[in-house]
């Protein structure tokens, strides 16, 4: 069965930092990129991060450009999303999909795969 699984979610403070994961089963991530995505309550989805298949090359939107880190472990079939300095407009359910046709239409492009997602809540 062909699924990708996001973890790592949870409560943090302003300021504080989580790690999502990005796990694959039925298929190998090798040859996919991988974008992330949030939705906050009562928000449209918007695209966050956007890691390239072969290079690893990156892309962020302006709002978590220099705080937020994508990366990936081929070894694991896992792509992260390191978040540093979260802020509470941070808030929401965070899912990672896989472009189409690459980075370079995401995020508008039409997605292969998603995850159900992880929440993510920036709160003292």
């Known amino acids: 069965q062909v699924q990708l699984v996001e973890s790592g979610g949870g409560l943090v403070q302003p300021g504080g930092s989580l790690r999502l994961s990005c796990s694959a089963s039925?298929?190998?991530?090798?040859?996919?990129?991988i974008g992330w995505f949030r939705q906050a309550p009562g928000k449209e989805r918007e695209g966050v991060s956007c890691?390239?298949?072969?290079?690893?090359?990156?892309y962020y939107a302006d709002s978590v450009k220099g705080r937020f880190s994508a990366s990936r472990d081929y070894a694991k079939n896992t792509v992260y999303l390191q978040m540093n300095d979260l802020k509470p407009e941070g808030t929401a359910v965070y899912y990672c999909?896989?472009?189409?046709?690459?980075?370079?239409?995401?995020?508008?492009?039409?997605?292969?795969?998603w995850g159900k997602g992880t929440l993510v809540t920036v709160s003292a």
């Open positions: 039925g298929f190998s991530l090798d040859y996919y990129a």
């Open positions: 999909a896989t472009p189409r046709y690459g980075c370079h239409t995401y995020p508008r492009g039409e997605m292969d795969y």
């Open positions: 890691i390239s298949s072969s290079y690893g090359t990156t």
